[in-house]
Structure formats: C-alpha cells, structure tokens
C-alpha cells in the first residue's frame, strides 16, 4: 500500500523559502512519475511541478517557474520540493502524489496515489 507524507509546510514572510518534502512507504519513487499540488481555498488542485520516473524530464507550471525546484533522494525515497521567493498568492496546501504510467507531464494529469498535503502560508 501507498503512502506518502508530505512535511516542511508552515508561515514564512514574502520573498521567503521552504523545503518541503514527500516521504514514501510501500512503493520505490524511483519507479514512478512524482507530481507536486496545491489547493488554496476556493480553487481547483493545480499541478505545480512534476518529473519524469527518469527525470530526464520536468514539468513546472509557469507561476513556479525559477521559483520552485523538485529533487529526489532515492537512497531516503524521499521527494523534495524547494520553493524560494515565495509570494502571497502560494499559500495553499501542498500535495505529493505518485503516478505510474508514462504520458504527458503537461499540468501534471494522472495522479492517483495522494498524501495528506501541508499548508504553506505566506504571509507578513
């Protein structure tokens, strides 16, 4: 069985950075495509950034782009999410999930093993 626990979420100032990250059970993220979400309230998940199994290739949603960078640690099966220059409008609860079969990364569909989220607020 899946699971997967996001951590690193909290309050941080504008222009500020945090590091969250997606601990794996029961499956080798290696194996499969990671995607990173978010959910502010009163709005769909969109997809935030996700990679390749091989990560030879990497999707970022253009509000992230130069901002955000996605890294795994196999060795930890562990997935990482650095978020740097962090503005108000990323606040939003933050999801790791997994997806096993190959396709399109573009905004990141497909995903269907989610854990729990962490919010992320940024504020002054």
């Known amino acids: 069985q899946v699971q997967l626990v996001e951590s690193g979420g909290g309050l941080v100032q504008p222009g500020g950075s945090l590091r969250l990250s997606c601990a794996a059970s029961g499956v080798t993220l290696g194996a499969y495509a990671i995607g990173w979400f978010r959910q502010a309230p009163g709005k769909e998940r969109e997809g935030v950034v996700c990679?390749?199994?091989?990560?030879?290739?990497?999707y970022y949603a253009d509000s992230v782009k130069g901002r955000f960078t996605i890294s795994r640690d196999n060795a930890r099966n562990t997935v990482y999410l650095q978020m740097d220059s962090l503005k108000p409008e990323d606040t939003a609860v933050y999801y790791c999930?997994?997806?096993?079969?190959?396709?399109?990364?573009?905004?990141?569909?497909?995903?269907?093993?989610w854990g729990q989220g962490t919010q992320v607020t940024v504020s002054s």
């Open positions: 990679v390749r199994r091989s990560g030879g290739s990497i």
């Open positions: 999930a997994t997806r096993y079969a190959a396709g399109s990364l573009y905004r990141c569909p497909g995903f269907d093993s």
